[in-house]
């Protein structure tokens, strides 16, 4: 998934950044909600992560204008203030859940699982598709018995097509939501993972298909 972090404090973005990276997800980082506004128009994002106290701004106000837009992206916001009142304001402006600062990282991550299950409609940590269950939160797929891993990049992939089967998400649009705009990856990474998660998915009626000169999408064979 492709998440957008506004923060102003470099040290904690870069914290933020690393331990989501290594969840498998693209993030990429707003010092500024300038910088954030310039992110949202070019690029589209699974979640956003919102300090409220910027150096331009206040991140409420940004909450709330990016819910008159009518834009649906889910956000998590990152405030150190922990009075009710406050917690509930942010709630009411259109966040999908607050974190405290400082915070733990492990919390963190159980916070963006939980928001994205809802964003998706999943109430429960595992999908079923075809003749397989999977289960993000341990990055497996379940079929005739047997448990295979998903390794990061394959699991974050999965997810997407799981998302939605049947529907065709063209290379850019995968690109777009798998690698952050500071990643350097070559033309072929597509590619490589769609590979990878086939032979992971070898042996059930699941199955990844290109469509030529379009994208790839889950079906059932």
């Not at 086939?198 to 079906?219: M, Q």
Request: net charge negative.
């Amino acid at each position: 998934m492709r998440f957008l972090l506004v923060e102003d404090s470099a040290d904690l973005a870069e914290t933020v950044k690393t331990r989501l990276s290594m969840d498998g997800h693209a993030v990429d980082w707003a010092a500024t909600l300038a910088e954030a506004s310039d992110h949202l128009a070019v690029a589209e994002y699974d979640l956003i992560l919102l300090d409220v106290m910027l150096p331009d701004g206040d991140g409420r106000e940004f909450l709330a204008a990016h819910r008159r837009a009518q834009r649906t992206t889910p956000v998590i916001v990152m405030t150190a203030r922990s009075a009710v009142s406050d917690r509930v304001a942010m709630l009411d402006s259109g966040a999908d859940d607050y974190i405290t600062k400082p915070f733990d990282f492990l919390e963190l991550s159980a916070r963006v699982r939980a928001v994205l299950r809802r964003q998706s409609g999943q109430a429960e940590n595992t999908q079923s598709f075809a003749d397989l269950t999977f289960n993000p939160l341990q990055a497996s797929i379940r079929f005739g018995g047997e448990v295979r891993e998903l390794r990061n990049r394959e699991l974050r992939l999965f997810e997407i097509l799981m998302s939605a089967p049947g529907r065709i998400y063209s290379k850019s649009q995968l690109y777009d939501r798998l690698f952050s705009v500071s990643e350097t990856v070559s033309d072929n990474a597509i590619e490589v993972y769609v590979g990878r998660l086939r032979k992971k998915l070898d042996g059930s009626r699941a199955r990844i298909e290109t469509v030529r000169g379009v994208g790839y999408r889950l079906t059932e064979g």
